[in-house]
C-alpha cells in the first residue's frame, strides 16, 4: 500500500497530500494504473481527517494525476505523452505550414494533384460529419 510523507509544516495538508502524489509520479514510486489507498485508509495512515484526504486527491485530480471513480477508487493517470523517439531524417515536420529542403516540390504537387483527382474540394476542405463518412 502506498504511504506517502507529506510535509507537515508549510501550508495546508490537502496540498501536501497532492504533492507527495506528484512527487511520487514524478520519481516512479506511483505508475500509472496504479490504485491509491481508499480516502478512510489513506486519512487513518497520515492520522489526518478524511476531508483532508478527499481534498488532495480532488487537488491532484485537478492536476490531472489520478483519477477517481465512484465506487471503483483512485487511480493514477497514465502519463500525459509518451515521449517520441529522436528524429530522423525521414521525419517530415508538419507543425509548420512550410515547405522543408528536404521535401521535393515536384513530388509534392504529383501527391495533392492525385489526392484532389480521386475526390471532390467539398470533400477535401469541408468538415466531415461527426460519424465519419459511409
Given at each position: 500500500m502506498w504511504r506517502?510523507?507529506?510535509?507537515?509544516?508549510s501550508g495546508p495538508l490537502?496540498?501536501?497530500v497532492a504533492a507527495a502524489i506528484a512527487r511520487d509520479v514524478q520519481t516512479g514510486k506511483l505508475k500509472g494504473g496504479d490504485r491509491l489507498p481508499t480516502h478512510r485508509d489513506l486519512a487513518?495512515?497520515?492520522g489526518v481527517t478524511v476531508t483532508t484526504v478527499?481534498?488532495?486527491?480532488?487537488?491532484?485530480?485537478?492536476?490531472g494525476l489520478v483519477r477517481g471513480d465512484?465506487?471503483?477508487?483512485?487511480y493514477v493517470c497514465p502519463?500525459?505523452?509518451t515521449p517520441l523517439a529522436p528524429a530522423t531524417e525521414a521525419t517530415i515536420d508538419l507543425a509548420t505550414n512550410a515547405l522543408l529542403p528536404h521535401v521535393h516540390a515536384a513530388e509534392?504537387?504529383?501527391s495533392l494533384a492525385l489526392l484532389?483527382?480521386?475526390?471532390?474540394?467539398e470533400y477535401l476542405f469541408n468538415y466531415q460529419p461527426h460519424g465519419g463518412q459511409t
Open positions: 506517502p510523507r507529506i510535509d507537515r509544516k490537502y496540498q501536501s487513518d495512515t497520515l478527499t481534498r488532495g486527491y480532488a487537488e491532484a485530480e485537478r492536476r465512484v465506487g471503483r477508487g483512485t502519463p500525459a505523452f509534392l504537387i504529383e484532389a483527382s480521386r475526390s471532390t474540394p
